[in-house]
């Protein structure tokens, strides 16, 4: 996941790569504490993965990987607006 300053000051924008694959992006107000990747689903905008977005997030995370956060390999689907969606 990529974590980049919000639309305002109390905000974070964020953007979902799961095992390479682009799910979207979203909007959510900053907490203290790093959320776990459900704190950021409730804030999903579900997108589609394709060769564009692809080459558009390598060159971004080339240039920002400061900005890249790490989630647990473990993770193969989630539960998104009570649609399991797979990794």
């Known amino acids: 996941m990529i974590q980049e300053k919000g639309r305002k000051n109390n905000e974070l924008a964020f953007v979902l790569v799961l095992n390479g694959i682009y799910k979207g992006f979203g909007y959510a107000q900053k907490k203290k504490k790093t959320e776990g990747?459900?704190?950021?689903?409730?804030?999903?905008?579900?997108?589609?993965?394709?060769?564009d977005t692809k080459n558009i997030l390598r060159a971004?995370?080339?240039?920002?990987?400061?900005?890249?956060?790490?989630?647990?390999?473990?993770?193969?689907?989630?539960?998104?607006?009570?649609?399991?969606?797979?990794?």
């Open 37 to 51: 990747i459900e704190f950021f689903l409730d804030h999903l905008q579900i997108q589609k993965d394709n060769r």
């Open 60 to 87: 971004y995370v080339e240039r920002n990987l400061e900005k890249v956060l790490q989630f647990p390999a473990e993770i193969t689907s989630f539960k998104y607006q009570n649609t399991v969606l797979n990794i």
